[in-house]
């Protein structure tokens, strides 16, 4: 996409990359350039056993042509969700642009390479608090996380901080992703990619 995006621009198939990947590089980019705060957030949907879905949002971490990373404690409530059902629904939205992609597919742990070489990069206290914090479980007190964190920051005093063994990444292999653009009179444009038995990708625009 040469210009600018602006809100008004439309969206319109000659636009679109035929790999939705390469066009949702090209939106994050764009978000980035617009300045917009943490662009990489997006919210999560699982679902549990019983087909009760839940939401938060996460941070994208990684990107390929095999999905969308993001990292958490595999026993937090969503890493229990995706291990008993492992679809999931994402949805970015940049106001600024007046854009949003949802996403949806089977999500897959990381390999535990992948993951700590992510984990390296993460600052010593972000690791020290990985280790601490009991992802989803009730909490007493805060005091309680706190001589958790203490106690973790005691233990591995250097920068030696290692991967905790439930915490780690998950990609999600998307099957259907859609992007949207918000245009006048809610009369929006909307193009969702599916992919083909082949691997290629069919391209639709829906209804707004
Ligand atoms: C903008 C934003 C980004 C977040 N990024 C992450 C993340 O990358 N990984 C994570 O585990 N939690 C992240 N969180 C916290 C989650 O929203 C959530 O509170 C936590 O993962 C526990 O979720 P669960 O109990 O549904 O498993 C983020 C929260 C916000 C508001």
């Not at 990489?40 to 879905?53: F, I, M, N, S, Y």
């Not at 280790?131 to 250097?158: F, H, K, N």
């Amino acid at each position: 996409m040469a210009e600018a995006p602006g809100t008004r621009d439309p969206l319109s198939r000659r636009d679109l990359d035929p790999d939705p990947i390469a066009q949702f590089r090209v939106w994050l980019e764009d978000a980035r350039d617009a300045g917009i705060r943490l662009p990489e957030a997006v919210a999560l949907a699982t679902v549990d056993a019983g087909g009760r879905p839940s939401v938060r949002h996460v941070l994208l971490r990684g990107l390929d042509e095999r999905g969308f990373v993001f990292y958490t404690n595999y026993e937090s409530r969503k890493g229990r969700e995706l291990d008993a059902n492992p679809w999931a629904g994402m949805a970015f939205y940049w106001r600024e642009l007046d854009r949003q992609v949802c996403v949806s597919g089977t999500v897959g742990r990381t390999s535990r390479e992948e993951s700590e070489e992510y984990f390296r990069t993460r600052p010593r206290e972000a690791r020290v608090g990985a280790w601490a914090s009991r992802q989803s479980e009730v909490a007493s007190s805060r005091e309680e996380l706190d001589a958790r964190y203490r106690e973790i920051e005691a233990r591995y005093p250097g920068d030696e901080v290692p991967l905790p063994p439930n915490w780690g990444g998950y990609r999600l292999a998307p099957e259907a992703v859609e992007f949207w653009k918000g245009r006048e009179h809610r009369l929006h444009d909307r193009f969702r990619y599916t992919r083909r038995s082949n691997g290629s990708w069919a391209i639709e625009r829906l209804y707004p």
